[in-house]
């Protein structure tokens, strides 16, 4: 079946440790998105991809960093400078438009990292 | 700024009732507003709205959007307990690929 699949589902760290978080879909979009969830904050936009080899800061970048070798996955790492790195991060692909904005995104089911 | 407000933040009702929950956006270049629920942890789509004044109607669950005052409703009519879920709106920008979302209405049915 086709989906997103995000790993792992569950992550603890120590303060001063970088993490990486995978995300791998099978649905042959061009377009992936991370997102971090706070409680009574919705969705904020991390990174983004519209194609292999190219990514975009979101409104909350800094402390995070991606890249996009390849068609399938948009690994997300979290870096020590991320000052509050404890969240619920959620990947996503769409299909690109060229024009007329994203449609549809679909998500993965989610990593919670929570640091020590 | 790009900017989504949801409301209210949480709403508990019985089971039976019918609820409406609220989206507001202030999109520069806004190109369609979506609608997600997220029950436990992957939030599934619902609608996507890009014409002011047209339905969109799925089952009991209804959407309409208002473009002139920048505002969307979800209608839920005659709930059950597995409507409970967090409801999410998100507006999308016109020629870029990203969504920016809301809070999120936490909804919660009681039987």
Sequence with gaps: ?116 | EDKVVQSPLSLVVHEGDTVTLNCSYEVTNFRSLLWYKQEKKAPTFLFMLTSSGIEKKSGRLSSILDKKELFSILNITATQTGDSAVYLCAGGIQGAQKLVFGQGTRLTINP
């Excluded at chain 1, 995070?64 to 790195?85: C, D, I, M």
């Design chain 1, 1 to 116: 079946d086709g989906g997103i699949t995000q790993s792992p589902k569950y992550l603890f760290r120590k303060e001063g440790q970088n993490v990486t978080l995978s995300c791998e879909q099978n649905l042959n979009h061009d377009a992936m998105y991370w997102y971090r969830q706070d409680p009574g904050q919705g969705l904020r936009l991390i990174y983004y991809s519209q194609i292999v080899n190219d990514f975009q800061k979101g409104d909350i970048a800094e402390g995070y960093s991606v890249s996009r070798e390849k068609k399938e996955s948009f690994p997300l790492t979290v870096t020590s400078a991320q000052k509050n790195p404890t969240a619920f991060y959620l990947c996503a692909s769409s299909i690109r438009r060229l024009a007329g904005g994203t449609g549809e995104l679909f998500f993965g089911e989610g990593s919670r990292l929570t640091v020590l």
